[in-house]
């Protein structure tokens, strides 16, 4: 099984950054792909940014201003969050694509609430 944990939300005024963590552990596993969705009130869950061992790919609304990062050392996604508008208000949730004991999976972590507000 793997566990991921975030951290690194919080209230921010517009133009404002976050960085936010997740970090994966559990038993022997090998992460194929991360990344971040974020989900605002009362709409669906939809795809921030993701990276896998050599792409990255980011939503047209957060191109330029979001930064998806990996440190494989430390089995831990980033996401570093500028120029941050009040329509990024929501519920980031870290998401994991992982090899456990020869099986794949998809993990989530308990998402991080960000709110851009003044």
């Known amino acids: 099984q793997v566990q991921l944990v975030e951290s690194g939300g919080g209230l921010v005024q517009p133009g404002g950054s976050l960085r936010l963590s997740c970090a994966a552990s559990?038993?022997?596993?090998?992460?194929?792909?991360m990344g971040w969705y974020l989900q605002a009130p009362g709409k669906e869950r939809e795809l921030v940014a993701s990276?896998?061992?050599?792409?990255?790919n980011y939503a047209d609304s957060v191109r330029g201003r979001f930064t998806i990062s990996r440190d494989n050392t430390k089995n831990t996604v980033y996401l570093q969050m500028n120029s941050l508008k009040p329509e990024d208000t929501a519920v980031y949730y870290c998401?994991?694509?992982?090899?456990?004991?020869?099986?794949?999976?998809?993990?989530w972590g308990q998402g991080t609430q960000v709110t851009v507000s003044s």
């Open positions: 998401k994991t694509i992982a090899t456990v004991r020869g099986y794949t999976f998809q993990y």
């Open positions: 990276i896998t061992d050599s792409t990255t």
């Open positions: 559990g038993s022997t596993f090998t992460i194929n792909a």
